[in-house]
């Protein structure tokens, strides 16, 4: 979903071809190459705090997340995950790839990338942006508000079911234990990234014992689809595996490959997509 801060940003696939992006009204392409708007060089332009755009500022980790961000700002950081301690912030940086280490505008701009892509701003709210689409359209729909009964219903159960924020701690078994991701041993006292416990794995379906909770190494917390480092280890459980919001929802319903919107019925897709072609 673009919107008109969107405009003029480069085309990251097409470069000079493209003379900046600018904004359909409702399609998620670009009208000047015909990329879509995640192709160029967009980023998150909100400063409102993340969970608080989930609709997650009475969830158990918003305040240890709040925290933790606070946390960063005292040691002039964008970004900290749940778990560091202020002693322990310096040797979390030196485990961190160089090119995540989460200082300087290039890693900033980089970051609030993937905050756009992984967590799309018309899956924050999907009944507001439902609304703000429909409103884009020629004609009424009686099953509008259907519709958004189950774009609420959706976010709901993501919300208190399937999201999660990773948090680091250290490695406390002296054994070591095997990356959820790479299987690598995780050694002892090394900094690893764990999940909340109702995500737990079922050990026929990964190669970690039954007496271990998942745990991963720095570089490996990733989305299953994508690949990409999960922003601020925020991720959905799905299938016992970590996803960036954008693939989880398109995994559980359709997305619409024009608008870009998450749909929570076909039927309402069709009468929305040959509205606005009318």
């Not at 399937?162 to 990356?179: A, R, Y």
Request: one cysteine or more; proline letters at 5%; glycine letters at 2%.
């Amino acid at each position: 979903m673009a919107y008109d801060q969107d405009n003029t940003k480069a085309c990251l696939k097409c470069g000079s071809k493209c003379p900046g992006f600018m904004k359909h009204s409702w399609r998620m392409l670009c009208t000047q190459c015909h990329c879509a708007y995640y192709e160029h060089d967009i980023d998150d332009f909100t400063n409102q705090s993340i969970l608080d755009q989930l609709d997650l500022n009475q969830s158990s980790f918003y305040d240890k997340y709040m925290d933790a961000q606070n946390l960063a700002k005292q040691f002039g950081l964008h970004w900290l995950p749940i778990g560091v301690k202020p002693v322990e912030v310096n040797s979390f940086l030196n485990s961190l790839p160089k090119d995540e280490l989460p200082h300087g505008e290039v890693v900033d701009h980089i970051r609030r990338q993937r905050l756009r892509k992984q967590i799309p701003l018309q899956d924050r709210k999907p009944a507001l942006a439902i609304e703000e689409l429909w409103h884009h359209s020629n004609d009424s729909n009686p099953n509008l508000e259907n519709e958004l009964i189950e774009a609420n219903r959706f976010k709901n159960f993501r919300n208190f079911h399937d999201f999660g924020i990773g948090f680091v701690e250290h490695m406390n078994d002296k054994d070591g234990q095997p990356c959820t991701n790479c299987s690598n041993i995780i050694h002892f006292d090394d900094f690893c990234i764990r999940i909340k416990p109702e995500h737990s794995l079922i050990e026929e379906m990964s190669n970690i014992p039954s007496n271990h909770t998942p745990a991963w190494h720095l570089n490996c917390f990733r989305c299953t689809i994508c690949h990409e480092y999960l922003v601020d280890y925020i991720y959905a459980w799905l299938n016992n595996q970590p996803y960036c919001l954008r693939h989880y929802a398109q995994s559980v319903r359709p997305r619409c490959v024009t608008c870009d919107h998450v749909n929570q019925s076909i039927l309402f897709l069709q009468k929305l997509f040959y509205s606005m072609n009318s």
